[in-house]
């Protein structure tokens, strides 16, 4: 039971399922905030029993993969750190739930006043601030010809600590002070007074901002780091493109001189073009791919790998090789190819004016 239980909560598929439920949860808590205000959305979504459960169960999971998958000890710092940010996001959040304070704080023009108003499970309760905010004029901006809103915004004079500070709040500046936020959320509808929503949260907004920190440092380390995926992958393309780089050099300095294959025998360039193909099953992969002829005819890969190979070779294989790795090798390999003496000359007087091999010459 125990083991099962482990392999449960170290999984990558518990990991996945577990993300699609949250993601769904803050989707559906979206829609609800939208339609129905965002108390009733934290009511029945972001303060529910079932999703502090939800929470857990992904801190468990994370904190279960990294021992089980040891990421401490094969240095992959990359995954440990991307594990150890979620963990620290949900941190944060559990953090502003036990210790953030909201409340709203409505003011009319020419009002001061530093009480919020909070609610509560039970009623709504006052809170008093460390300072006075005093509104001074509320504007609202309409589209024009139209009575809907296009933007409103608070200027308001911030009374603390014996200073007076002049600011303004609209939908994308929020005003800071001492810890407190203030967001413009509403208005009254004779336009003479404000609305503004308040947010106390210093604490959880550092964890969690720290979380999203780690979380891009992660998921940088494993892109880059030195022994991740994407690198390995890097290095064997590098190692395979310098082998093929002095495979192509040494087979073209030692085609030279048999580039002209008088005595009927095997092309030594063509026999190594041949090591280096792709298998028939991958090539007829490729060959299934639908490409647009100069005409605009749709057709297969396979039909005009066929139609260049029956052209220049007058037969449907080269070799070994059939029409559609012969055009994967041509294509990967254009240098090697241009010396394999493959192109039919049936003409023998054309060969022997230009001095080319009877029967098959190479491009050069």
């Not at 967001?183 to 336009?191: G, I, N, V």
């Not at 028939?280 to 066929?306: C, D, K």
């Amino acid at each position: 039971m125990k083991t099962n239980l482990e392999r449960f909560f170290s999984s990558f598929v518990t990991t996945i399922v577990l993300l699609l439920i949250y993601a769904f949860g803050l989707a559906v808590a979206t829609f609800i905030e939208k339609y129905h205000g965002t108390a009733t959305a934290k009511a029945m979504v972001y303060y529910s029993p079932l999703f502090f459960l939800l929470q857990f169960l992904l801190v468990v999971n994370f904190i279960a993969a990294t021992i089980k998958h040891q990421y401490l000890k094969r240095g992959k710092w990359g995954l440990m750190l991307t594990h150890f940010a979620f963990i620290i996001i949900l941190l944060g959040a559990l953090t502003s739930f036990l210790f953030g304070e909201e409340g709203i704080l409505h003011l009319r023009e020419g009002e001061t006043s530093n009480q919020i108003a909070v609610r509560t499970s039970d009623n709504t309760t006052f809170h008093t601030l460390p300072f006075s905010v005093e509104l001074k004029k509320f504007t609202l901006t309409r589209y024009p010809g139209s009575a809907s809103p296009s933007s409103y915004e608070s200027e308001v004079i911030v009374h603390v600590d014996g200073e007076d500070r002049e600011e303004r709040i609209f939908m994308n500046n929020v005003l800071d002070v001492k810890g407190y936020r203030f967001f413009q959320a509403s208005y009254d509808q004779d336009e003479h007074g404000t609305i503004l929503s308040v947010n106390r949260d210093v604490a959880g907004r550092n964890i969690t901002y720290t979380g999203y920190l780690l979380l891009v440092i992660g998921l940088i380390l494993c892109l880059v780091g030195k022994d991740s995926r994407f690198m390995r992958q890097s290095r064997r393309l590098k190692e395979l493109r310098k082998a093929t780089n002095v495979a192509v050099l040494l087979l073209a300095l030692l085609a030279v001189p048999l580039s002209v294959n008088a005595g009927g025998k095997a092309s030594p360039m063509l026999d190594a073009v041949q090591k280096y193909a792709v298998s028939p099953e991958h090539a007829a992969l490729f060959g299934a791919l639908p490409i647009q002829s100069g005409s605009g005819r749709m057709m297969p890969v396979n039909t005009f790998s066929s139609e260049i190979l029956r052209k220049l070779h007058k037969s449907d294989k080269i070799g070994q090789l059939n029409s559609d790795q012969f055009l994967l090798s041509l294509l990967a390999m254009p240098d090697m190819w241009m010396r394999v003496p493959f192109i039919a000359l049936s003409n023998p007087e054309l060969a022997a004016y230009y001095d080319l091999t009877d029967g098959e010459c190479a491009y050069i």
